[in-house]
C-alpha cells in the first residue's frame, strides 16, 4: 500500500511560479514509476507529466512541455512539480498517483492517488 500526500498548491498570478510536493510512505518509493495529473473543473482529468522509478526519464503533457519540471528524490520518498510561467488554464486540482515499475500516461493505470492540491493562476 502506497500513500500520497499533496502540498503546494495555492493561488498565484499568471506568468508566476508554483512548486508542487507528493509525499509518499513506504519504503518501496524507488519501486514506482511517479506521475502528476490534474483536473479543472468540468473537465476530464488529464496527464500532466510522470517520472521513471530512477528519475532518469520523465514524459509531459505538450500543454506543459518547458513549463513544468518533474523530479524525484527517492532517499526522501518525494516527488515535485516545478511550474513555471503558469496559465489561467493551468488552473486545476493537482494529482500525484504512482504505479509500480513502469511510466503511464493513462490515469488508469495508477493503482494509487493522492487527495489533490488547489492550483489556481489568475489572469
Known amino acids: 500500500q502506497v500513500q500520497l500526500v499533496e502540498s503546494g498548491g495555492g493561488l498565484v498570478q499568471a506568468g508566476g511560479s508554483l512548486r508542487l510536493s507528493c509525499a509518499a510512505s513506504?519504503?518501496?518509493?524507488?519501486?514506482?514509476?511517479m506521475a502528476w495529473f490534474r483536473q479543472a473543473p468540468g473537465k476530464e482529468r488529464e496527464f500532466v507529466a510522470a517520472?521513471?522509478?530512477?528519475?532518469?526519464?520523465?514524459l509531459y503533457a505538450d500543454s506543459v512541455k518547458g513549463r513544468f519540471t518533474i523530479s524525484r528524490d527517492n532517499a526522501k520518498n518525494t516527488v515535485h512539480l516545478q511550474m513555471n510561467t503558469l496559465k489561467p488554464e493551468d488552473t486545476a486540482v493537482y494529482y500525484c498517483?504512482?504505479?509500480?515499475?513502469?511510466?503511464?500516461?493513462?490515469?488508469?493505470?495508477?493503482?494509487?492517488w493522492g487527495q489533490g492540491t488547489q492550483v489556481t493562476v489568475s489572469s
Open positions: 498517483a504512482s504505479r509500480p515499475l513502469f511510466m503511464s500516461r493513462v490515469g488508469n493505470e495508477y493503482p494509487y
Open positions: 513506504g519504503r518501496t518509493f524507488p519501486d514506482y514509476a
Open positions: 517520472i521513471t522509478r530512477s528519475g532518469s526519464g520523465t
